[in-house]
């Protein structure tokens, strides 16, 4: 997979989310800025980005996903 196909496959799942996603070899990062973590604990953020990827990741094609998901306001 590549950095493009991924930040597809969570933006498709999260279309208001603002999504940038780096690496390769089936080994990711993924920065995800979305109103809908607004209240929710870090562990549910990543539950929510996962759930995007969830059949990449059983498949194997994506082998690994750092997430950092933060609100637009945590950004400052």
Known sequence: ???N???TLIA???PNAQVSVT???????AEVV???FE???LIKRHKLVYA????QISS???????????TPAELG
């Open 60 to 70: 194997g094609d994506l082998h690994a996903l750092t997430i950092v998901a933060k």
């Open 52 to 55: 995007t990827v969830n059949e």
């Open 5 to 7: 196909e991924v930040q």
């Open 34 to 36: 979305s109103d809908e």
């Open 39 to 41: 209240g929710l604990m």
């Open 12 to 14: 498709a799942k999260m």
């Open 1 to 3: 997979m590549t950095p």
């Open 23 to 29: 690496g390769g070899e089936g080994k990711f990062v």
